[in-house]
Every structure is written in structure tokens, then in C-alpha cells.
């Protein structure tokens, strides 16, 4: 395998054709602006770049970076252009709905997503080394050929990544808890803050607003569409934590409405204790 197309050339796409170009790959590009194919070529993360697909003929291994919106759009326009032993897969944060949807279109097709980036987005926010450590997940299923998931592993596991393999709605779940539901968590709590009826509290507040606060409004405070997608795409996964993390907070309310101090301080101390093994 010599030549990888990338489509989408923002943040992953990019920080994708940069690793790769270093790793040997030649990397042909492909994006809706011809400005980001330009840029993209200025710094080093393709070595060619059009708004054409048909350049996708030349590639080996296509990366389909794009919003999950456009994907099945996306895909149906490549085929003509991709030869038959090519192989497909995304980055997208969502798997069972990518792959209920792209699978069908392409058989050398498995989904993929590596879990890495930024708060920022686009070409000029890509960097080399982004995927070192990070994990990256392949979620195959019956029908996916091995070695297509053989040939993606080769490619990705060389970015330093962290690789796994699991069932597209066991990933969604996960990522539901881990990523999906902080998003959401996050933004209610910005949300809830703004909403404050006193003038006076709120602005003492956000004059005192540090690294607790920073910290748990983090990923809040991030790409509005990106959250659109995380809710629309994986909808049950995420209403099904939203609905135990209710759950938990009454708990915690009825704690303190009774003054149980000890069982918040047993549940605080489980918290305590279990936080570490989330964060390695």
C-alpha cells in the first residue's frame, strides 16, 4: 500500500496526512475549498490536493473525514472513482450509524475512530504526533473482510496509537459515557450558570470562575455542531446515560435535602476511587 487519500482535510484529516507523508505514504487530498487544498499542500499535510474525487483512483486506503452528515452523500459520489480492492474507512465519533449506513454502500469498508484532537478545527489546527497514545478504535463486523481491518491496522498502528476492536454499538455505548455525555453535562452546567437571576452573583461568579470550573466547562464550551452530531447520531446511547446521570444527580440532591452527610461523603469516596481508573 502506497498511496492514501484523505477526504476532509481539517483537523484529523490533516493531522492524519501529515503522520502518514513522515511514515512514506504519498497522500493525495481532497476537500470542498480549493483555499484548504492549497493550504493543505503548504504545510506538508498532502502531497497533491484537489476538490475533484476522481483523484481518489490513485489511492490504496481512503480516510473519510468528513462531518457525519455528509458521509453516505460522500461515499455514493466516490464509488465511481475508487477502484474495487480499495479500502474505506471514516473517523467519525458515531459508529453504528456510520457503519449501518456506509458498510451497504462499500464492502471494504470498517469504521474507524481515533479518539484525539483539539479544541480547535481545520487545516491550521493540524499537528503532527496527534494520534500518539491516543486510542483508536476499528469496529468490524460479520461481513467485513479481515483483511481490509488488517490493512487499516497496518496504516494506523505505526501513529502510535493505542488500537482496539469492538462491536460498533458496544463503541457507541462507551463513548456515550466517556465523551457524549460530559458534552452535554458540561454545556447544561454553562447553561444552568448563565441562567442565574442575580447580576451581581453572576458577575462575582464569573469573576471567580478558575480551574474547577475550567476544567468541568471544558468540553462545553466547544464546536456546537460537533455536539449536534454526538446527540443526533447517537441518540439512544446518549439518552440512556443522560438518564442514569438524572438519576445519579436526584440521589445526591435527596442526600443533601436530608443532610446524610455520611453516605455523601461514602459516595464522594467511590467517586474518589474510581476516577483513576478513567484516566490513565
Same mark, same amino acid.
Given at each position: 500500500?502506497?498511496?492514501?487519500?484523505?477526504?476532509?482535510?481539517?483537523?484529523?484529516?490533516?493531522?492524519?496526512?501529515?503522520?502518514?507523508?513522515?511514515?512514506?505514504?504519498?497522500?493525495?487530498?481532497?476537500?470542498?475549498?480549493?483555499?484548504?487544498?492549497?493550504?493543505?499542500?503548504?504545510?506538508?499535510?498532502?502531497?497533491?490536493? *484537489? @476538490?475533484?474525487? %476522481? #483523484?481518489?483512483? =490513485?489511492?490504496?486506503? /481512503?480516510?473519510?473525514?468528513?462531518?457525519?452528515?455528509?458521509?453516505?452523500?460522500?461515499?455514493?459520489?466516490?464509488?465511481?472513482?475508487?477502484?474495487?480492492?480499495?479500502?474505506?474507512?471514516?473517523?467519525?465519533?458515531?459508529?453504528?450509524?456510520?457503519?449501518?449506513?456506509?458498510?451497504?454502500?462499500?464492502?471494504?469498508?470498517?469504521?474507524?475512530?481515533?479518539?484525539?484532537?483539539?479544541?480547535?478545527?481545520?487545516?491550521?489546527?493540524?499537528?503532527?504526533?496527534?494520534?500518539?497514545?491516543?486510542?483508536?478504535?476499528?469496529?468490524?463486523?460479520? *461481513? @467485513?473482510?479481515? %483483511? #481490509?481491518?488488517? =490493512?487499516?491496522?497496518? /496504516?494506523?498502528?505505526?501513529?502510535?496509537?493505542?488500537?482496539?476492536?469492538?462491536?460498533?454499538?458496544?463503541?457507541?455505548?462507551?463513548?456515550?459515557?466517556?465523551?457524549?455525555?460530559?458534552?452535554?453535562?458540561?454545556?447544561?452546567?454553562?447553561?444552568?450558570?448563565?441562567?442565574?437571576?442575580?447580576?451581581?452573583?453572576?458577575?462575582?461568579?464569573?469573576?471567580?470562575?478558575?480551574?474547577?470550573?475550567?476544567?468541568?466547562?471544558?468540553?462545553?464550551?466547544?464546536?456546537?455542531?460537533?455536539?449536534?452530531?454526538?446527540?443526533?447520531?447517537?441518540?439512544?446511547?446518549?439518552?440512556?446515560?443522560?438518564?442514569?446521570?438524572?438519576?445519579?444527580?436526584?440521589?445526591?440532591?435527596?442526600?443533601?435535602?436530608?443532610?446524610?452527610?455520611?453516605?455523601?461523603?461514602?459516595?464522594?469516596?467511590?467517586?474518589?476511587?474510581?476516577?483513576?481508573?478513567?484516566?490513565?
Amino acid at each position: 500500500m502506497k498511496t492514501i487519500g484523505i477526504v476532509g482535510l481539517g483537523l484529523i484529516g490533516g493531522s492524519l496526512g501529515l503522520d502518514l507523508r513522515a511514515l512514506g505514504y504519498r497522500v493525495i487530498g481532497v476537500s470542498r475549498k480549493q483555499q484548504t487544498c492549497q493550504r493543505a499542500m503548504e504545510r506538508g499535510a498532502v502531497d497533491t490536493a *484537489t @476538490t475533484q474525487l %476522481a #483523484v481518489l483512483q =490513485q489511492a490504496d486506503l /481512503v480516510f473519510l473525514c468528513t462531518p457525519l452528515g455528509v458521509m453516505a452523500e460522500t461515499v455514493r459520489e466516490m464509488r465511481p472513482h475508487l477502484q474495487e480492492d480499495t479500502v474505506l474507512t471514516d473517523v467519525g465519533s458515531v459508529k453504528g450509524w456510520v457503519v449501518q449506513t456506509i458498510a451497504p454502500l462499500w464492502p471494504n469498508f470498517v469504521g474507524g475512530h481515533p479518539m484525539a484532537g483539539t479544541a480547535e478545527s481545520g487545516i491550521e489546527s493540524a499537528q503532527r504526533r496527534l494520534f500518539v497514545g491516543a486510542p483508536y478504535v476499528l469496529t468490524p463486523i460479520e *461481513t @467485513t473482510p479481515s %483483511a #481490509v481491518v488488517d =490493512q487499516v491496522e497496518q /496504516v494506523v498502528r505505526p501513529l502510535g496509537t493505542q488500537l482496539y476492536c469492538c462491536q460498533p454499538e458496544i463503541h457507541d455505548q462507551a463513548v456515550a459515557w466517556i465523551s457524549h455525555l460530559p458534552v452535554m453535562v458540561s454545556s447544561s452546567l454553562i447553561h444552568a450558570c448563565l441562567g442565574e437571576a442575580s447580576t451581581a452573583v453572576l458577575s462575582l461568579a464569573k469573576q471567580l470562575a478558575s480551574s474547577g470550573f475550567r476544567d468541568t466547562s471544558r468540553v462545553g464550551g466547544g464546536n456546537p455542531e460537533l455536539g449536534v452530531m454526538m446527540a443526533r447520531y447517537n441518540q439512544d446511547a446518549l439518552l440512556e446515560t443522560l438518564r442514569c446521570y438524572r438519576q445519579s444527580l436526584e440521589q445526591l440532591e435527596q442526600l443533601i435535602q436530608q443532610g446524610a452527610w455520611d453516605q455523601l461523603e461514602q459516595e464522594l469516596l467511590e467517586t474518589q476511587q474510581g476516577r483513576p481508573e478513567f484516566i490513565k
